[in-house]
């Protein structure tokens, strides 16, 4: 992992396409803006997690049916 200390106002440079700056520094809380292409999906951490287990939950319970349609 990169660590890397920015202030109000800075940004990083992900890939030539993606920036990431430092709008607002709050005691504990900070305020990130990006900026990507459309094509790029950006989700909190937390969302991203529960958007994977979904998709795993549905490949699951596809597959759970297809078997049933196939040996019932």
């Known amino acids: ?4 200390s920015r202030k109000k106002n800075e940004a990083l440079v992900i890939n030539n396409n993606i920036e990431i700056t430092v709008l607002e ?3 504990e809380q900070v ?6 292409p459309k094509e790029i999906p950006v989700y909190r951490k937390e969302v991203y997690i ?4 979904a998709n795993k939950e549905a490949m ?4 759970l049916e ?3 349609n196939l040996f019932g």
């Open 66 to 68: 297809s078997l049933q």
């Open 1 to 4: 992992m990169l660590a890397l």
């Open 31 to 36: 305020k990130l803006g990006i900026s990507a």
């Open 25 to 27: 520094i709050k005691g």
């Open 50 to 53: 529960q958007i994977q287990e």
């Open 60 to 63: 699951n319970a596809d597959s």
